[in-house]
């Protein structure tokens, strides 16, 4: 079948701290992973994306490898600022557009 | 313009009430979803509409019923409301496979 694992929270970091949140999947056949991010009070808005093996999705200083031999998308950043503060999730997307959702992970960043 | 609208933003109502969430997506999306989320940030799906067809429909209380007017709609109408429903619903709608999905804000359900 198909799931998503994502590290728990919460996570605290300092400002200008490097953030890792893991995420493995299990999937049939070939998967879109997503990581997508959700502000107090919105909804989830999508942060990046990588549609085949090897793929690097980026967006606003996150990236994540699509890694298929360890089956892992794990998201970074080098140096967090406080309007990170948010919940991650990790998610996939495989045949007939069913999304599959990680748990989420809080992510809060102090001065 | 937003994408994917959903009203009300808030809903406050007591227990036994029947209540209606409406969303409408502007992105020609042919496939509309219905998520619950627990105070926990877990997401759980409870519908999936593609182009006016239900296609996903998971195990949730048959007092949960969607209905989609046309492919820019999916309504979410939910009857005698119990204590265990309060949450945020999202809407979402998605267009191909691998795309990814475009969320609404969310409507707070808190049943009293």
């Known amino acids: 079948g198909n799931s998503v694992t994502q590290m728990e929270g919460p996570v605290t970091l300092s400002e200008e701290a490097f953030l890792t949140i893991n995420c493995t999947y299990t999937a049939t056949g070939y998967p879109s992973l997503f990581w997508y991010v959700q502000y107090p009070g919105e909804g989830l808005q999508l942060l990046l994306k990588a549609t085949k093996a090897d793929d690097k999705g980026s967006n606003k200083g996150f990236e994540a490898t699509y890694r298929k031999e360890t089956t892992s998308f794990h998201l970074e950043k080098g140096s967090v600022q406080v309007s990170d503060s948010a919940v991650y999730f990790c998610a996939l997307s495989n045949t007939g557009n069913q999304f599959y959702f990680g748990t989420g992970t809080s992510l809060t960043v102090i001065p | 313009d937003t994408a994917v609208s959903q009203t009300p933003k808030y809903l406050v109502t007591q227990m036994g009430n029947d209540k209606s969430i409406k969303c409408e997506q502007n992105l020609g999306h042919d496939t509309m979803y219905w998520y619950k989320q627990d105070s926990k940030k877990f997401l759980k799906i409870m519908f999936s509409y593609n182009n006016k067809e239900l296609i996903i429909n998971e195990t949730v209380p048959n007092r949960f019923s969607p209905k989609s007017p046309d492919k820019a709609h999916l309504n979410l109408h939910i009857n005698s409301l119990e204590l265990g429903d309060s949450a945020v619903y999202f809407c979402?709608?998605?267009?191909?496979?691998?795309?990814?999905?475009?969320f609404g804000s969310g409507t707070r359900l808190t049943v009293v």
């Open positions: 979402a709608s998605s267009q191909v496979s691998g795309s990814g999905y475009t």
